[in-house]
T-cell receptor, first 116, second 119 residues
Framework: DTEVTQTPKHLVMGMTNKKSLKCEQH?????MYWYKQKAKKPPELMFV???????INESVPSRFSPECPNSSLLNLHLHALQPEDSALYLC???????????????FGEGSRLTVL | AQKITQTQPGMFVQEKEAVTLDCTYD???????LFWYKQPSSGEMIFLIY??????QNATEGRYSLNFQKARKSANLVISASQLGDSAMYFC????????????????FGRGTQLTVWP
């Protein structure tokens, strides 16, 4: 069983909807990530949080809004999405010591998003 | 230039046989890490094995081993005694230690190799 839990596993939304993806880990990791993965493609980094602060934003459109309310939780708020935003959204976490990533990324099972 | 190259879009192997998945990488850093992940159809990315650039011995984890040839910049994954459950997409990834002064999360992934194990 994965130690990174993502909900919901599947989400269908219209272009005018507002929804959120949630991610939770209890491994004490202080770095958390959102990746986007289209079918048959590798994951693409979207955001990185380090100690609950946004440290990397890979020029992601503002219709995606990340939030890290505490060290265990990571949200991705979705608003006014486009059909091309349909993808698998993967959350991950890793240990971090003094700004250095010290191990592998642990991924969740992902949330499959379909935008109609 | 691509940092990670996986030249095999698909590979087929019979159950109980060994299979090698190719990965080459491109970096000018001295310190870096190489990872292999498995992604079944369920979507989860499962960590398999890690090789640090300064590790002198090839990494092994159960049936997985990494054939690390630093001079050739290759990090091939060897799966011994393939099982039907090994059928999945396999991604090679690299983390550079000096990327923007931080190593946070910036894994460069290859395009992946779809492995099919047949009985």
């Amino acid at each position: 069983d994965t130690e990174v839990t993502q909900t919901p596993k599947h989400l269908v939304m219209g272009m005018t909807n507002k929804k959120s993806l949630k991610c939770e880990q209890h491994m004490g990791h202080r770095a958390m990530y959102w990746y986007k993965q289209k079918a048959k493609k590798p994951p693409e980094l979207m955001f990185v949080y380090s100690y609950e602060k946004l440290s990397i934003n890979e020029s992601v459109p503002s219709r995606f809004s990340p939030e890290c309310p505490n060290s265990s939780l990571l949200n991705l708020h979705l608003h006014a999405l486009q059909p091309e935003d349909s993808a698998l959204y993967l959350c991950a976490s890793s240990q971090e010591i003094l700004g250095m990533n010290t191990g592998e990324l642990f991924f969740g099972e992902g949330s499959r998003l379909t935008v109609l | 230039a691509q940092k990670i190259t996986q030249t095999q879009p698909g590979m087929f192997v019979q159950e109980k046989e060994a299979v090698t998945l190719d990965c080459t990488y491109d970096t000018s850093d001295q310190s870096y890490g190489l990872f292999w992940y498995k992604q079944p159809s369920s979507g989860e990315m499962i960590f398999l094995i890690y090789q640090g650039s300064y590790d002198e011995q090839n990494a092994t984890e159960g049936r997985y081993s990494l054939n690390f040839q630093k001079a050739r910049k290759s990090a091939n994954l060897v799966i011994s005694a393939s099982q039907l459950g090994d059928s999945a997409m396999y991604f090679c990834a690299m983390r550079e230690a000096n990327d923007r002064g931080s190593t946070l999360g910036r894994l460069y992934f290859g395009r992946g190799t779809q492995l099919t194990v047949w009985p």
